[in-house]
């Protein structure tokens, strides 16, 4: 960290005592994925189970007020919500706040995800990967738990989304695609789809190259064969709806 986030912490750690910062060494390469998810399990290992819901936070966003009693409002409106939160605004070039969620209405962003205890210990926690905060959803709905987004709960994000995200990135985005089980020609119309929002071709190319390094390396699969099943059929699903 540069800005003293270390500080910061063992400053309200001192005055409340629910609050424990947890130091740990990891290399300075921006990696979705792998790195955010293993420093939520090193705090997650130091947990008990009394909890009712998880959350998943990143330290660049700026929650409205009350966020969390609406997100505890949510979960008890119905059983069925496995996971839920708000949308993400971020600064344009005039430094006004606006929502830029690129993704499906349906789609909580990973630097903000709130999990029911029973949808978080049915999806096996989250994954050490590339395209955990995808296959997490996938994996709710797989378990019959709904995906609940409040536009009210307008969340103010630091940082762009993709900002430091670079080739390698993308590449691993291939990779993610492949463990998803996704196959090539989903993996190829969700690239299209990435590279249009982008208005990078290149997208494109890089995440089959990394679907197909993948597929070459073996690399082991996210989910089941049953699980991947049904994140085909859901992704075929929703293609047409689109479409039609």
């Known amino acids: 960290s540069t800005d003293d986030t270390a500080a910061i912490i063992r400053k309200y750690s001192d005055q409340y005592p629910h609050i424990r910062g947890i130091d740990i060494l990891s290399s300075d390469q921006h990696m979705p994925g792998s790195k955010v998810v ?13 909890y009712d819901f998880i959350v998943k936070l990143d ?41 830029n969620h690129p993704m499906n209405t349906d789609h909580v962003r990973g630097a903000f995800k709130s999990y029911s205890k029973e949808c978080f210990k049915a999806i096996g926690q989250l994954k050490t990967a590339m395209g955990w905060d995808t296959v997490d959803e996938l994996l709710a709905q797989y378990h019959q738990f709904d995906i609940f987004t409040d536009p009210s709960l307008k969340v103010k994000h630091q940082r762009p989304i993709g900002k430091a995200y670079n080739k390698r990135a993308r590449f691993l985005q291939g990779k993610a695609m492949y463990t998803m089980r996704y196959g090539f020609i989903i993996t190829f119309i969700a690239s299209v789809k990435m590279a249009s929002k982008q208005g990078k071709f290149q997208t494109v190319i890089d995440n089959l190259k ?12 996210l989910v089941t064969t049953q699980e991947g099943k049904f994140i085909r059929q859901l992704r075929w699903r929703k293609i047409r709806q689109k479409l039609f």
């Open 210 to 221: 990394g679907f197909f390094a993948a597929k070459k390396e073996q690399v082991p699969y």
């Open 59 to 99: 330290a660049d966003i700026i929650l409205p007020e009350n966020y969390f009693e609406n997100i505890i409002s949510i979960f008890k409106s119905s059983g069925t919500i496995g996971i839920a939160g708000g949308f993400a605004y971020e600064k344009n070039p005039e430094g006004e706040w606006e929502l």
């Open 38 to 50: 293993a420093a939520f399990n090193k705090g997650l290992s130091t947990l008990d189970e009394n």
